[in-house]
């Protein structure tokens, strides 16, 4: 029987009700404790004897720099007589018996799970990267419930490996029966902090606003549209949830109701944040609240002028408290080799995890030790008939790398062998979760190679799996697939294939070449190559998207495919360059870069005023990379040069670059000064591109193109339909349909310009180095184009637009929205940043604003961004400033929260004429959260524009207003449900 300990008052504040939580011999959750003290009453076992050690593989972050370094080793957690321990790099948590470190069980996941579990009575709750909450038995790894953070499928490459849009990366933690954790690590995707209950699953709150919110950014007088980037351990904090940020400082949530306490950037430049944070109950203010510390060895990071430390204990990480003894384990623990990386006592017994993968666990009794040595990687049974198989493909394709996907998996042995011989990372596809989980616990082995095989349950057409990702299609069973059920499957399996020779073979009969083939064209791609070969029909995608450009460094790529709005494609950190670093070649699928070696041999600068010619650099070139620009994977040369007709030429290390790399405007504007004899105000360097011209959407004319540009030395790129700059984050603004200045929040931009549409995808590359300003998420990345349904917002800009032809007006959104049709829609209240000025007026002045992410929308027709913010007791709303004439009229509605017919009834009256009468949402949309769209047209409207709400049953609502002046083309509005593409 397990002891319950006392503790005083000072200390129980920072551990929160925790013999609710387990009893004080165990180590429930990482660091000890809700507080992540890392305080234990657990005395170290003295004499220290080994009982003993287990080797498994070295833990691989998911990123290189350390401030974003969460899972640089295992961190094990102890209930009773069971250690539980995530491996991320089989997607799995396992279970081991304390007394010998002999597994017990293992759960396997969709995806890395790369933070520590949490331990409560009989149960273990965790995160993985497949967007899943997990709640399982303690005792035999039964699942008892699991809950997706959001309704989407959708999938992307994360730090190599296939994980969801929004991976569970903001670490549990539980207090008082509640399990609180984060979703989702870019704030342009949406970004879910939640409250479940422990017991049920059942969600108590969700806070899914903070990844849309305008303010400071890392750098004086930087300001963007961005958000929460929640990547390593929740902390409680008496009735405050604080949620960390990454490379940046934590959030702070009311833990109660969810809402956002305090959130900031840290603003002041080069001052470097960091994952870390725990409480020290020994400097408590009160009796519930402790002082926040960090780890200025976690906060510390290289600058291109010297090292960096930002705020914090040096060595905090390090250290824990047991038994009132302090212990700093990073100097060395005795019988341990290695790089100790964490340290845990249970139950009489001392664990302690090594950087190298090992396992120890000491406690006092005298034994001979068992020692649990790493398994070599395992190796498929030869299937003879599989070996010819696998020879045949590699005679039909010169394909030898990349990602190949296996469909109709039933037993995993195609997929399996594949991996094994080949250097694909296979993924395959089973039709249901059973089969894919008994092929994970057959072939995942604590020792197998991460990410070179994934198994992922599901049909094609559900999974939503990322375009452009597989070099190789093959089926285990075509018979278990759908190719057989019409041209939406294969085009579904189409768009899947990679540009430039992707190849899927297909097992149809030769009759159906011909229709295979007029599908393809009928759906555009010209590019598709249809060639038989025996019993297999190859569809190749040969060559360069119809639309997408190369890009040569020539500052210009007018590339079709790259249009408003974006969405993630991959990210990943594997090519890093530094900030001032000359931009890439794009070519055929390959980005080629070559990055200043900045941390070589400085040379003397040139001339100040001519920073951007060659020859003012301090830094000198390194050698070219590579890399595939669809899946962020590094290519050696040899593949490069297999893939491209021609690599590109690049410098050699003789080449003196410049400081910064301009375009031609830069100089242009350089040359006129000098031809006056005038001298710069201001570095030529910094100089903004020229913004040309425009149509104003919401007055219908010609006038001078205005966006917001923060803070950022790259003054923007004009590539052909989209202007690139960093303005605080990576942004961009799409000419096409004058976006706005649309911020990709979490990352850094290069000084030099980094963002470059081309080959089909904007092209974000990694160029951070040399920098220790706190963006959250320094990383590399690729965005795709999505559909109009995709919530994406901008800060458009301020000024003011009267009369007005055409508007909408977005109550309680996050930001400002253009449709492709012409529609501004303008954020009421306006909190995105710049808007312009119109005249909008409600009655009662302030309602009651709600914001739901669109992604709860689940059916009904109209924009789900507009439905799903909006305006509650509403009484009035008066539009003044329009342009005399008829337009058509269409109202946004949605309900948010009533689960019946008869809860919410109301009339509308539009310029003092009923238009909606007993007018119940719920009953008109079919159901809650479904958009409804009500629209009228040849409305004579005399410069304003007033609607009237009469309440019956519970407070009137509106979402939004849309206003098209008659004449002008009209969106037309989407249809939402299951299928739509979120």
């Not at 999974?463 to 070099?471: G, K, R, T």
């Not at 290069?750 to 920098?771: D, K, R």
């Not at 220790?772 to 990383?779: D, F, I, R, V």
């Not at 207003?961 to 002008?968: A, R």
């Amino acid at each position: 029987m397990h002891r319950l300990t006392s503790y005083s008052a000072v200390t129980l504040f920072g551990l929160l009700s925790f013999a609710s939580i387990a009893t004080a011999e165990d180590w429930p959750t990482w660091r000890h404790d809700a507080g992540r003290t890392n305080i234990s009453a657990n005395k170290i076992p003295s004499p220290l004897r080994l009982q003993w050690k287990r080797q498994l593989p070295p833990v691989t972050p998911a990123f290189r720099k350390s401030r974003l370094q969460f899972d640089q080793g295992y961190e094990p957690i102890v209930l009773g007589d069971t250690m539980y321990v995530a491996l991320p790099h089989i997607d799995a948590v396992v279970a081991y018996a304390v007394e010998t470190g002999k597994e017990k069980w293992r759960f396997y996941t969709a995806g890395p799970v790369r933070l520590a579990p949490v331990a409560w009575r009989d149960r273990l709750y965790f995160g993985s990267d497949d967007g899943h909450l997990y709640c399982l038995s303690a005792t035999d790894g039964k699942l008892q419930w699991k809950f997706r953070a959001v309704p989407s499928a959708r999938k992307i490459l994360g730090n190599g490996r296939l994980i969801s849009v929004w991976p569970v990366r903001g670490g549990p933690v539980l207090a008082d029966e509640t399990l609180y954790f984060a979703a989702g690590v870019w704030p342009l995707e949406g970004v879910f902090v939640y409250a479940l209950n422990a017991w049920s699953g059942q969600v108590e709150w969700v806070n899914d606003r903070c990844g849309t919110l305008y303010g400071k950014q890392p750098h004086v007088g930087a300001e963007a549209l961005g958000g929460l980037s929640p990547q390593g351990y929740l902390l409680v904090n008496g009735d405050e949830l604080l949620v960390p940020c990454g490379a940046a400082r934590p959030a702070t949530f009311n833990r109660h109701s969810g809402e956002l306490l305090d959130f900031t950037l840290p603003s002041e430049g080069t001052v470097p944040g960091g994952w870390f944070m725990r409480m020290d109950p020994q400097l408590a203010r009160d009796v519930r609240r402790g002082k926040i510390e960090f780890d200025s060895v976690v906060n510390r990071d290289l600058h291109e002028g010297g090292l960096r430390t930002g705020k914090g204990v040096a060595g905090l990480r390090t250290q824990v408290t047991l038994g009132g003894t302090l212990l700093k384990y990073a100097d060395g623990v005795k019988g341990v080799d290695g790089d100790i990386h964490s340290v845990v006592a249970a139950n009489g017994r001392l664990f302690v995890t090594t950087r190298e993968g090992m396992i120890y666990c000491f406690g006092e009794p005298e034994v001979s030790p068992f020692f649990h040595p790493a398994q070599p990687a395992p190796k498929p049974d030869v299937d003879k008939a599989l070996a010819s198989t696998i020879t045949h493909l590699r005679t039909l394709t010169p394909v030898r790398d990349g990602y190949a996907f296996v469909l109709g998996t039933r037993d995993g042995r195609l997929a399996e062998q594949l991996a094994a011989e080949t250097n694909f990372h296979v993924i395959a596809l089973a039709p249901v979760e059973s089969n894919a989980d008994a092929i994970r616990q057959r072939v995942l082995e604590p020792s197998a190679q991460a990410g070179r095989l994934s198994i992922v349950a599901g049909q094609l057409e559900e999974v939503a799996f990322p375009q452009y990702l597989a070099d190789l299609i093959v089926a285990e069973d075509w018979g278990a697939t759908r190719l057989n059920t019409g041209a939406d499957y294969l085009l579904t399996l189409y768009e899947r294939l990679k540009p430039y020779g992707g190849v899927a073979c297909l097992a149809v009969e030769p009759t159906r070449d011909e229709e295979i083939r007029v599908w393809l064209r009928t759906a555009g791609h010209s590019e598709a190559r249809v060639e038989r070969h025996g019993d297999l029909l190859l569809v190749r995608r040969a060559g360069a998207l119809p639309g997408a450009v190369d890009y040569i460094n020539n500052w210009s790529a007018p590339d079709a495919l790259v249009r408003a709005p974006l969405g993630i494609l991959w990210f990943d950190d594997s090519v890093a360059h530094f900030k001032r670093a000359p931009q890439p070649t794009i070519v055929g699928g390959v980005m080629v870069s070559q990055d200043k070696d900045w941390q070589g041999k400085v040379d003397k600068m040139g001339p100040v005023n001519h920073l951007h010619r060659n020859g003012t650099g301090r830094f000198r070139l390194l050698n070219a990379s590579f890399m595939d620009v669809y899946t962020g994977r590094v290519l050696s040369r040899d593949e490069a040069e297999s893939r491209l007709e021609q690599v590109p030429k690049t410098q050699g290390s003789d080449f003196r670059p410049p400081y910064q790399f301009r375009p031609p405007y830069v100089e242009k504007y350089l040359q006129e000064l000098e031809s006056r004899r005038e001298k710069p105000k201001i570095y030529p360097f910094q100089r903004q591109a020229d913004k040309g011209q425009m149509t104003n959407p919401l007055t219908g004319l010609v006038e001078p193109r205005c966006y917001v540009k923060s803070y950022g030395c790259d003054g923007g790129v004009d590539y052909g339909h989209l202007i690139t700059m960093r303005s605080a984050t990576p942004a961009f603004y799409d000419k096409r349909i004058e976006s706005g200045t649309i911020n990709i929040a979490g990352p850094r931009s290069g000084c030099t310009n980094s963002i470059i549409p081309a080959n089909g995808v904007l092209n974000m590359p990694y160029f951070y180095e040399g920098c220790t300003c706190s963006y959250p998420l320094p990383t590399g990345a690729a965005l795709i184009s999505m559909p109009q349904t995709f919530e994406q917002w901008t800060a458009w800009g301020s000024g003011t637009a009267k009369p007005l032809v055409r508007i909408g007006i977005n109550l309680g959104a996050p930001g400002d929205r253009m449709t492709h049709g012409g529609t501004l829609f303008l954020d009421h209240p306006s909190v995105g940043g710049p808007s312009p000025t119109v005249k909008v007026t409600t009655q009662p002045a302030s309602p009651d604003y709600f914001y739901h992410h669109s992604l709860f929308i689940q059916a009904g027709k109209g924009w789900p961004w507009v439905c799903a913010s909006g305006a509650k007791g509403i009484e009035s709303l008066r539009l003044t400033e329009l342009k005399s004439g008829t337009f058509t009229v269409r109202l946004y509605f949605v309900e948010p929260q009533h689960t019946a017919a008869g809860a919410r009834v109301f009339d509308v009256a539009l310029q003092g004429e009923p238009v909606l009468t007993d007018f119940d949402i719920f009953v008109a949309a079919r159901g809650r959260m479904k958009c409804l769209v009500k629209e009228f047209t040849g409305i004579q409207l005399d410069g304003d524009c007033t609607l009237t709400f009469t309440a019956h049953k519970s407070e009137s609502l509106l979402s939004g207003i849309e206003l098209v002046s008659t004449g002008l083309p009209l969106d037309p509005l989407p249809k939402n449900g299951p299928r739509t593409p979120k």
